[in-house]
């Protein structure tokens, strides 16, 4: 059974999610009459709670997904499908340390928090006070974030942290802040950015070739629901498409040895020389 002051999610039988917080006395005003706080506090995560009208509601507990897209907004927040790949890619797990740049609304925040755990540590990133505010109320609201420091601070005058498992850049100019980066993390650790342009992710990977990086990669992650019916299975008509570029890559020391040995067809003779001469020119 839940307990008052704990978040819940009542299912209406048309499909409309209500997350709410429990609290005592305050009834819940849904499609279908009104759910008393009593009734929903007397039932079980996984039952049904009628209205005042008769009408049925589920009530279920919140997950991670949930929590991420109920988040109150005032920026553009990360999908979860994104969310969910760049945690994998980060490696983000218990005892994890990860710097985060540009929080927003916090909805990526959330979930390195949740995935971290008690003996891991996010250190957030945020120069806009009105945001850095409201990461923090929405963790509050989650349950979430005793294990995040924020700063609201300008990430060009470098991170407070050093030897970070991960550091994941949300700006609109990651290739500016990229020695600030290499400096905050340890060697081999990960790094990613989102980014929503082709000339941005251009401009990125040119400063990754210049820095300390490697094993770069460029993605982006394309989501699309079926209908569940067993009798006429088929794609809906609408899906999550393109949200954004993803770039990964790694603290590496680079040296010609090892570029040299890699083996190479003509493709990659012709992109090396671009390379090199690229660095010679600057």
Known sequence: MPAYGELVILLSPKGRKYLRRLEPGVDIHGE?????????????????VLTHLGAPFRLLRPGLYDLVRGVRRQTQVLYPKDIGYICLRLGVGRGSRI??????????????????????RVYSYESREEFY????????????GANVTQH??????????TGADALFLDVRTPWAYLDQA???????????????????????LLGLERGDFAEVEV???????????P??????????????????ARKQRKSEAFEQAAPK??????????????????
Request: glycine share 12%.
């Open 32 to 48: 279908g009459g009104v759910l008393a706080a009593a009734d929903i506090a007397a039932a079980d995560f996984g039952g049904e």
């Open 182 to 204: 290499a400096a905050a993390l340890r060697p081999g650790g990960c790094t990613a950015f989102l980014l929503p342009t082709t000339g941005q992710v251009e401009e990125l």
């Open 133 to 144: 505010k409201l990461c923090r109320r929405n963790l509050d609201w989650a349950g979430l």
């Open 99 to 120: 710097i985060e740049a540009g929080s927003g609304s916090g909805a990526l925040t959330l979930a390195l928090s949740w995935f971290s755990g008690e003996n891991g």
């Open 152 to 161: 609201c601070r300008d990430i060009a005058e470098g991170f407070l942290e």
């Open 265 to 282: 067809g003509t493709r990659e003779r012709k992109q090396d020389a671009a390379r090199l001469g690229r660095l010679a020119d600057e």
């Open 231 to 248: 009798d006429r299975l088929r794609p809906d008509d609408r899906m999550v498409a393109h949200t954004g570029f993803l770039v990964f």
């Open 219 to 229: 993605e982006e992650l394309l989501l699309r629901r079926w209908k569940p019916l």
